[in-house]
DNA sequence: GACTGGATAAGTGGATACACAGATACGCTT
DNA sequence: AAGCGTATCTGTGTATCCACTTATCCAGTC
């Protein structure tokens, strides 16, 4: 059950592959916030008709990825920038929660896994924010998967799905890879203390940190 | 934006009918876990074709009230035990953030509106397992509403369906009105109290501690 | 010259029809 | 007699078609 958290509960062939067509195309920022959303137009993309289309608007639409206005089309969902903060707040007590139920299934290996992923995520943010992200997303996510708590995880990544383009723009504009890392050396740290409530806290208040930092180069467009 | 919390996000006439009538259904605990929900029948039943059926489907397979299989249709979603606790691990830190924000926005209207939200909680007690279920939600969500975070609210009130049946189940076999009034009072008194902090952990423990009393009244079905 | 009303065009939502996949039951073979 | 294979039937998934809503553009009026 639940083998992947990011994947949408039930999907089949054609629509699956407008469903990853648009989302890849939502998360590298191809789009704008606001932009239109013509199903004809991606369904010719795709080589398909309209209705497998229409049916992945609605599961983005369920993930909050776009807005579908009653005979008024598909657009871009974009987060204003109050959006964005509460989007952050949830974050912060979901994984708040996640590293706190994953604590007793920390072990040595667990943790050399873990410092291994903030080597790739290093050396990804050489190779540009695109690769950075991914290995950003992969690491918070490992460590939220060890909660055993598969609805929780699903939560959680359709949140990182969301504030991606973001966390892209504002990589692209300050790079720093040196800072990411020590924010999240002391998630590892504290994971080894071996101290449930005060890794709450520390996830807590890394993720809410974060927020303020990428607010200043919110909105791909406006909503 | 965002009226009303527990509106799905964009829906037309034909299908919000639809979407209406299934959750309804469903929360009513008209159906079993693991019942089929054959769309030509519903279709038929409200009086148009399978389309706004299947769109309904999918919004309620985003919340999680139903699974729908690739090529094998839509099944009534059941929590197993592990799966109740979680939902009820997520409420709480959710809520317990809810309630922190909402503190600066409590004053003396709003704390003698709750204490009415109480008296009707107490009134509906006696006349049924549905009414109390409604007024115990309305009493949950009037108080993350004063964070004024909608995307929160939304998540929240969302949960709160998933878990109706069961609150349901538990209310028909054992009604302790007298307890629930007193464990509500309590969240009452922190909010009076005016200490954010202690209100978040307060609402944390109110909610988690409920799962455990329904846990055994668990599963109207099996999915 | 600007604003409002209507007409036309474009595009969305819904219904029906069709093709394909899955489930079940029956028959054949071992 | 039991197990496997096949055939049929039920039901989902996709496409095309039609109706209705909305947006845009132009003309008329103030």
Redesign the pocket.
């Known amino acids: 059950m639940a083998a992947d958290a990011i994947e949408p509960l ?1 999907i ?4 699956e592959e407008a469903y990853r067509h648009i989302q890849r195309a939502l998360r590298m920022g191809r789009y704008r916030a606001g932009d ?5 137009e991606i ?1 010719t993309e795709i080589g ?5 289309v ?2 992945a ?1 609605r599961q983005l639409a369920a993930e909050g990825l776009v807005v ?7 657009i871009v969902a974009g987060l204003t920038l109050d959006e964005i903060y509460e989007t952050f707040e949830i974050r912060s007590v979901l994984e708040g929660l996640a590293v706190r139920l994953a604590m007793p299934h920390i072990d040595v290996e667990v943790l050399e896994e873990l410092e291994r992923q903030l080597d790739r995520m290093e050396r990804a943010s050489q190779t540009g924010s695109s690769d950075w992200v991914v290995r950003h997303q992969a690491f918070h996510l490992q460590i939220c998967q060890l909660s055993n708590r598969p609805k929780l995880v699903r939560q959680i990544a359709s949140l990182h799905v969301v504030i991606e383009p973001y966390l892209r723009i504002w990589f692209d504009y300050v790079d720093k890879p040196a800072s990411a890392r020590a924010e999240h050396e002391i998630l590892i740290e504290v994971l080894r203390s071996g101290d449930a409530g005060k890794a709450e806290i520390v996830m807590r208040d890394h993720i809410v940190e974060t927020a303020p930092l990428l607010a200043n180069f919110a909105s791909p467009g406006r909503r």
């Open positions: 039930g089949t062939t054609a629509e239109r959303l013509i199903p004809e369904a398909m008709s309209r209705m497998p229409r049916e608007f579908i206005r009653p005979n008024r089309g598909c």
